[in-house]
């Protein structure tokens, strides 16, 4: 974007650097921006070309079909606001200064960038049947650090824009009551709240006190109508719909605290640990990770070749691999479900076991793929 020749361009697409659009998605996503005037953002559907790679990767793409065939078609469907994923989108030039340009004040300066253009009247139009192949991140750490980015990320975003959005003059209440309540709130802090709290909280505690009372509507009925309508995006996975239920609820612990650690600035909030893709690295050498503390370390960032004829793993003590607080909510589960088995046997049990075992799972570090060190 800083040369000379963008001056005569109008548009610009985006892309990281594992996604491989195909060589008509010019053509098949320009002419929404040229023949409409009023779209800043055309952004299309990521489909993964190692989904099967491992189990972890299977219920990555659960989720992100559930993102991208119901919420961002449905946003772009009744002309509603949908945040920008970052890549395989294409802008237009002119948006991006009108909406005062990139801004690194959070880790999601691409929903960043969204948020101002959608409050400054611009429109967005998502593109489903325009796939483009990318690659999940298959091991743990690397998915974990993604996850905190991408919670902490638009919590910090909501925290710093809030205001901003409440004050602007060119849209209507509607549109800022969605941003505020449907898109930042509920969708990027309650939905992570609601689920551990009520999965790994309530359910255990009304096993624990007598007087907490969950009724049969609220445990079974109502969590499973909206299980069974979030999985509806990838029928090829529905026979895992019960262990997807069971990832989700441990990483919304790390969800939960990436979204504290974003609206009350402390921490980790800064940090961008870039996500691990390992492609090949199976098979010959892994890739690098770059990890970025603030924003200003770019500038200073210097790049040597080769990058990767030296490169090897760092070594990982056994100890490093543990979770605590897997391990630690593992533990808890399993007493609960064993006081219910041999004293209150509310039923609650079977729940119990299978997500304590969820959570040692993790907490052991036996889910995705494992590298060996070179």
């Not at 985006?14 to 098949?28: G, N």
């Not at 919304?252 to 090949?280: C, F, M, Q």
């Not at 070594?315 to 490093?320: A, N, V």
Request: aromatic share 14%; proline share 3%; hydrophobic share 45%.
């Amino acid at each position: 974007m800083i040369h000379d020749y963008v001056k005569d361009c109008d548009y610009v697409a985006m892309f990281d650097a594992d996604f491989q659009p195909e060589s008509d998605f010019l053509k098949r996503t320009v002419p929404f921006l040229i023949h409409n005037p009023e779209i800043a953002l055309v952004q299309t559907r990521w489909t993964f070309v190692n989904a099967d790679e491992c189990m972890m990767t299977r219920m990555q793409e659960m989720s992100l079909d559930y993102h991208f065939k119901v919420e961002q078609e449905a946003g772009s469907s009744a002309f509603s606001f949908f945040g920008f994923n970052g890549t395989a989108g294409v802008w237009r030039i002119s948006t991006i200064a009108d909406a005062g340009g990139w801004k690194d004040r959070t880790t999601v300066e691409d929903m960043d960038l969204a948020v101002r253009s959608g409050l400054a009247g611009w429109k967005f139009v998502y593109v489903g049947d325009v796939k483009v192949k990318c690659e999940l991140p298959s091991t743990f750490n690397a998915y974990r650090y993604q996850q905190h980015r991408w919670s902490c990320g638009p919590a910090n975003l909501f925290k710093k824009m809030a205001m901003e959005i409440i004050t602007n003059k060119k849209v209507s209440i509607g549109k800022k009551f969605h941003l505020i309540y449907s898109f930042f709130f509920v969708g990027k802090i309650v939905s992570h709240v609601c689920t551990y709290v009520f999965y790994c909280v309530v359910i255990p505690l009304s096993v624990l006190i007598p007087e907490v009372e969950v009724p049969l509507w609220g445990v079974v009925h109502v969590p499973t109508i909206i299980t069974l309508l979030k999985s509806v995006g990838t029928p090829s996975s529905f026979h895992l719909v019960i262990l997807w239920v069971l990832f989700e609820n441990v990483m919304s612990l790390h969800r939960i605290k990436a979204a504290t650690i974003g609206i009350l600035e402390v921490g980790r909030v800064n940090e961008w640990i870039v996500t691990r893709k390992l492609g090949d690295a199976t098979k010959t050498k892994p890739s690098m990770e770059v990890i970025v503390q603030e924003s200003q370390d770019l500038v200073q960032v210097t790049v040597k070749e080769p990058l990767l004829v030296e490169y090897k793993n760092p070594q990982i003590r056994i100890w490093q691999r543990f979770h605590g607080a897997e391990l630690w909510m593992g533990a808890f589960l399993f007493m609960v479900a064993f006081y219910d088995v041999t004293c209150i046997k509310k039923g609650y049990f079977v729940y119990l076991f299978l997500q304590s075992a969820a959570f040692f799972i993790i907490g052991f570090d036996y889910i995705g793929t494992t590298v060996k060190n070179c």
